[in-house]
């Protein structure tokens, strides 16, 4: 597979270019190795959010997710909401931040060369080292490699999950699995999908107002409306797709399910972002916060010295006839 690498600036700061003749893919490495363009020239569709009103701005550890700019992908770790580290040991109660770790973190530049893009990053608090290599592997396809080591001297437990801001088309559309009936609610009631973890069908819900809504699909941000959903955990879900309309621009995200057992949905209608995006988030715990997983014990687990690795993929076309699954 033929691609380059090299060095490039985004919105002022370094970055690095991974390409080939097909797509493009920008990573800036000083804040959390985020991805900030997915840009596919044959569509010439950029799928990534831009910062858009918000100007780019690099936020210290500890901040609220927030205060920067809502751009792009990035990597959560070890937990999504802010919580105090729930394990009995040396790094009990422990504060963990906002959306992990990991994302305001200037990540190490391991190797840029032979088609990879490979960085890491060792955590502040907990001790951990996580890498992620970036490469494209088909034509249309990016995958991102992980590997986690653990450097301390008891099992960990991690929640890892991706958050990429998808710009959606005013009738996008989010495709799952057909095993995937039903989803529940991770949001405090105020949303108006009820208390946490409360059931809803999947396509079509009746929210507690008795609104009938089509949960796959994304309106217009002039909604101001926002929602994240889980599949129900016992369910394993292995991909997730969204399709653009009417283009029919499509993406699809694919994973190892018994590596990466759970998949969030997060979808955000102008409440928070300018434009309409879409989000699904393949994660290793059940639910956003490390130390709520870590009860359910449904969270992984790392032992001491150990190492796991997992891929992401990502592929990207255009027309319904060449999605990869029927629909």
């Known amino acids: 597979m033929n691609s380059t690498i090299s060095q490039t600036t985004w919105h002022g700061v370094n970055a690095w270019t991974l390409e080939n003749e097909n797509l493009i893919t920008v990573i800036v490495h000083e804040m959390g190795a985020k991805l900030v363009s997915l840009?596919?020239?044959r569509s010439q569709r950029e799928w990534l959010i831009g910062p858009g009103a918000r100007p780019f701005q690099k936020v210290p550890y500890g901040s609220p997710f927030t205060e920067q700019d809502m751009s792009g992908w990035d990597e959560m770790f070890p937990t999504i909401v802010a919580c105090n580290y729930p394990v009995p040991g040396a790094h009990h109660g422990f504060p963990l931040p906002d959306h992990g770790e990991v994302w305001t973190l200037p990540w190490e530049v391991e190797q840029a060369a032979n088609g990879k893009l490979t960085l890491s990053v060792t955590g502040p608090v907990l001790p951990y080292r996580l890498t992620r290599t970036a490469e494209y592997i088909a034509p249309f396809t990016l995958q991102l490699s992980y590997r986690l080591v653990n450097l301390g001297q008891e099992p960990m437990p991690y929640l890892w999950s991706a958050h990429p801001q998808f710009i959606c088309d005013q009738d996008a559309e989010v495709i799952f699995p057909p095993q995937v009936k039903e989803v529940c609610n991770a949001l405090p009631e105020a949303y108006g999908w009820g208390i946490p973890e409360t059931r809803f069908s999947w396509k079509e819900a009746v929210k507690?107002?008795?609104d009938r809504v089509r949960i796959d699909h994304i309106g217009s941000p002039s909604q101001h409306l926002a929602r994240?959903?889980?599949v129900l955990p016992d369910i394993r879900a292995d991909w997730s797709g969204l399709i653009n309309r009417p283009s029919n621009d499509w993406l699809?995200?694919?994973w190892d399910s018994n590596l990466i057992p759970y998949l969030g949905l997060w979808i955000d209608e102008g409440a928070?972002?300018?434009?309409?995006v879409a989000a699904p988030e393949p994660m290793t715990g059940f639910y956003d916060s490390l130390a709520v997983a870590w009860d359910k014990k449904r969270v992984?687990?790392?032992?001491p010295g150990?190492?796991?690795d997992w891929n992401l993929n990502v592929r990207f076309g255009t027309g319904?006839?060449?999605?990869?699954v029927p629909l």
């Open 208 to 210: 507690q107002n008795g």
């Open 252 to 254: 699809f995200m694919e």
């Open 228 to 230: 994240k959903f889980f």
């Open 300 to 303: 992984a687990m790392i032992a």
């Open 272 to 276: 928070i972002s300018t434009e309409s």
């Open 320 to 324: 319904m006839n060449t999605f990869p």
């Open 306 to 308: 150990a190492i796991a």
């Open 39 to 41: 840009f596919d020239k």
